[in-house]
């Protein structure tokens, strides 16, 4: 007899998806992805599944007693606004339906333009599109919570980067281009401070979100290293004499008449020209966890861009 995965992730192959299943695999749980592709993490169960199918998703999570939501979508405001609701609803259902807590994944958009540090109570004031669509499955969340007895926790991260995270804007700005020798790429201000938050520390922090009864119910900052500049971070990778680029508001609208990434980037350009500073103080003193530094997080994920590249 087949024993049901106690942990199901929601989105397993994705960066956070699979950096949350390495560490539920890491603490010895049984653990279990939800795709439409089988998961290529070791050790992974894998259950093929669409989550914008509330069917799917009811079947994947059945049996198990926490499931995450860490699925991303393409970086389209239209795409969110129609696909991000439905998934988000298909979770609420799923969790509902088979009485589970379910960990949701969010990033910071539904706070729009913010003054001072980010923290867990700054209040939810979206500036564009993308941020009113997570600022409706928040209150989607709260709401089943409120009306239906729905157990949810949030885990919040900053920009993230990491090994092997194609949607990171570090990542692909700058050391995906560094680790083939180009110049390294920061978006419109490169000496304002900006927290990006490690991929595996989000992964690690989920899953203490899954386990530990003083996380639930909560809205949590996730593990992140004090705030560098984007001209450090490029320093960091390429060294201290490297020469950093910077793409300017104006190239940025100019790009965005024949690309459609640099339209939905245009968007959220207000993180870049004022300090964005995410405190994860509260996680940190709470369960006692570290965040990765910059200098280390870096490495790993440069040497993986490095490894990556065709020889």
């Given at each position: 007899m087949t024993t049901r995965p106690t942990h199901v992730v929601l989105g397993g192959n994705g960066v956070i998806g699979r950096e949350t299943l390495r560490a539920l695999l890491n603490r010895g749980e049984n653990a279990a992805s939800v795709g439409r592709r089988p998961s290529t993490v070791e050790g992974a169960r894998s259950i093929t599944a669409d989550l914008l199918v509330a069917e799917d998703v009811s079947r994947a999570v059945a049996g198990a007693h926490t499931a995450y939501l860490t699925a991303g979508l393409p970086y389209s405001a239209r795409i969110w606004a129609e696909q991000w609701p439905v998934i988000v609803a298909n979770a609420i259902e799923a969790a509902l339906t088979h009485d589970i807590h379910l960990v949701y994944f969010d990033n910071v958009y539904a706070y729009g333009r913010v003054e001072g540090s980010m923290t867990e109570q700054t209040p939810i004031n979206p500036a564009g599109k993308k941020g009113r669509v997570r600022a409706d499955a928040l209150r989607a969340l709260a709401t089943a919570a409120a009306e239906r007895g729905l157990v949810y926790?949030?885990?919040?991260?900053a920009d993230f980067y990491g090994p092997g995270a194609t949607t990171s804007v570090f990542n692909?700005?700058?050391l995906d281009k560094i680790a083939v020798g180009k110049d390294g790429t920061w978006l419109y201000d490169a000496d304002k401070p900006h927290s990006l938050t490690f991929t595996p520390d989000i992964g690690n922090a989920l899953t203490i979100l899954g386990a530990d009864p003083a996380a639930r119910g909560s809205i949590w900052h996730l593990p992140t290293a004090a705030p560098l500049t984007g001209r450090q971070y490029i320093e960091l990778a390429a060294g201290s004499d490297a020469r950093v680029k910077v793409m300017s508001c104006t190239t940025m609208r100019i790009g965005a008449l024949f690309n459609s990434g640099?339209?939905?980037?245009?968007?959220?350009?207000?993180?870049?020209?004022?300090?964005?500073?995410?405190?994860?103080?509260?996680?940190?003193?709470?369960?006692?966890?570290?965040?990765?530094?910059a200098a280390e997080g870096i490495a790993v994920a440069l040497a993986f861009a490095r490894n990556r590249i065709p020889t």
């Open positions: 926790t949030v885990g919040r991260s692909t700005f700058a640099a339209r939905e980037t245009l968007e959220m350009g207000y993180q870049y020209t004022a300090p964005y500073v995410f405190d994860s103080n509260a996680f940190e003193t709470t369960f006692s966890a570290v965040a990765t530094l």
